[in-house]
């Protein structure tokens, strides 16, 4: 019991690490389905970073813009969001399912997506 009240603190941010590695590890097996299907995939890292690298067939909507630009993605279809690091990607997919959005995966790093 001890242990836990030493560490209590950390407890919260070790469960997001946890969950933020563990999550975009379901997803990426379901890719190549998703893709076949015709999920839109999104890459929300800014401009700059997706014109230096990005996944095949992958549309730029940068985090900050995303709100904006909800029209150009399909509701009915799956949305599959990634970034550099899998935290912004993250926080779109919230974003996304708090505007009705209901199939939305985070895919984590965009190297995931390739």
Not at 65 to 71: A, C, G, I, N
Not at 84 to 106: C, E
Request: aromatic share 10%.
């Amino acid at each position: 019991m001890q242990f836990i009240e030493q560490y209590d603190p950390l407890l919260p941010l070790l469960a997001c690490f946890g969950y933020k590695w563990w999550a975009p590890k379901q997803v990426v097996p379901m890719l190549p389905e998703l893709r076949q299907n015709g999920a839109v995939f999104v890459d929300v890292r800014s401009a700059a970073e997706f014109a230096s690298g990005n996944a095949p067939g992958s549309i730029n909507i940068p985090l900050n813009e995303l709100p904006s630009r909800l029209v150009e993605l399909p509701k009915g279809r799956d949305v599959v969001v990634f970034c550099a690091s899998g935290s912004r990607s993250g926080m779109a997919k919230m974003m996304l399912k708090a505007k009705g959005f209901h199939n939305v995966h985070n895919a984590g790093t965009w190297g995931n997506a390739c």
